[in-house]
C-alpha cells in the first residue's frame, strides 16, 4: 500500500541552526500538509500546500518556516533558526483530489529535538 | 474556530471489555469527522471517518456515529484487544477551512491480557 515517507525520524540540533525536514507523499497526491505535535499537546496544523503554493497557514507558521516542493516528489519544511520551542513531532499529510479528497494519509513523522 | 475535546486519558481496559472514548465537536459549518489511530513508532492511521449527521463509520470493530444534535463523535468497540492499544485522535474537517484537520488531545488506551 503507498505511504507518505518522511526523513529522518529523529533530527538533533542547536539552537539558532536551520533544519529541513522531509517528506515524500503519495505519488498521486495533490494535496500537502504539515502538522506538528509538541510532546503532550495536541496534534496542530502548519500548513497547506496544493499546485505549488501555500494555500493555507497557522498563526504558527511564521516566517521562519517556509514549505518547498523542489522537485515534484518531496516536500520539505525548513525551520530556518530553530527555537528551543520548536521541539515537536513533525507529521506530513497528503490527500488525493478526489472522491476521498478530505482523507488524509500521514507519514511516521519527524521528531525535532532543539538543544 | 473549530474545535474537538476528548475524553483525558490514559484509558486502561481489559481484554474483550468494552470501549467508548468520547468525543465531542464545535463548528460553524458541516465538518467531516474522524478518528485516527497511532500505534507506538508509527504515524496518524485513518481509523474511520463520517461525512454527514447520522453516519456511521466503522472499521476493525470500531464504531462512531455522526450525532448533529449533540456534536458528539464517540468511538466505541465492543471488545478490546491487546493489540489496540494506541492513541486515539478525534479530528474533524471543513471544506470552508481548507479542509485542514482539527484535533482533539488524544486519548491514550492500554489493554491488558
Known amino acids: 500500500e503507498p505511504e507518505v515517507t518522511q526523513t529522518p525520524s529523529h533530527q538533533v540540533t542547536q539552537m539558532g541552526q536551520e533544519v529541513i525536514l522531509h517528506c515524500v507523499p503519495i505519488s498521486n497526491h495533490l494535496y500537502f500538509y504539515w502538522y506538528r505535535q509538541i510532546l503532550g499537546q495536541k496534534v496542530e496544523f502548519l500548513v497547506s500546500f496544493y499546485n505549488n503554493e501555500i494555500s493555507e497557514k497557522s498563526e504558527i507558521f511564521d516566517d521562519q518556516f517556509s514549505v518547498e516542493r523542489p522537485d515534484g516528489s518531496n516536500f520539505t519544511l525548513k525551520i530556518r533558526s530553530t527555537k528551543l520551542e520548536d521541539s515537536a513531532m513533525y507529521f506530513c499529510?497528503?490527500?488525493?483530489?478526489?472522491?476521498?479528497?478530505?482523507?488524509?494519509?500521514f507519514g511516521a513523522g519527524t521528531r525535532l529535538s532543539v538543544l | 474556530g473549530d474545535s474537538v475535546t476528548q475524553m483525558e486519558g490514559p484509558v486502561t481496559l481489559s481484554e474483550e471489555a468494552f470501549l467508548t472514548i468520547n468525543c465531542t465537536y464545535t463548528a460553524t459549518g458541516y465538518p467531516s469527522l474522524f478518528w485516527y489511530v497511532q500505534y507506538p513508532g508509527e504515524g496518524l492511521q485513518l481509523l474511520l471517518k463520517a461525512t454527514k449527521a447520522d453516519d456511521k463509520g466503522s472499521n476493525k470493530g470500531f464504531e462512531a456515529t455522526y450525532r448533529k444534535e449533540t456534536t458528539s463523535f464517540h468511538l466505541e468497540k465492543g471488545s478490546v484487544q491487546v493489540s489496540d492499544s494506541a492513541v486515539y485522535f478525534c479530528?474533524?474537517?471543513?471544506?470552508?477551512?481548507?479542509?485542514?484537520?482539527?484535533f482533539g488531545a488524544g486519548t491514550i488506551l492500554r489493554v491488558k491480557s
Open positions: 499529510a497528503s490527500v488525493h483530489e478526489g472522491l476521498a479528497k478530505n482523507i488524509q494519509y
Open positions: 479530528a474533524l474537517s471543513s471544506l470552508e477551512y481548507g479542509n485542514k484537520l482539527v
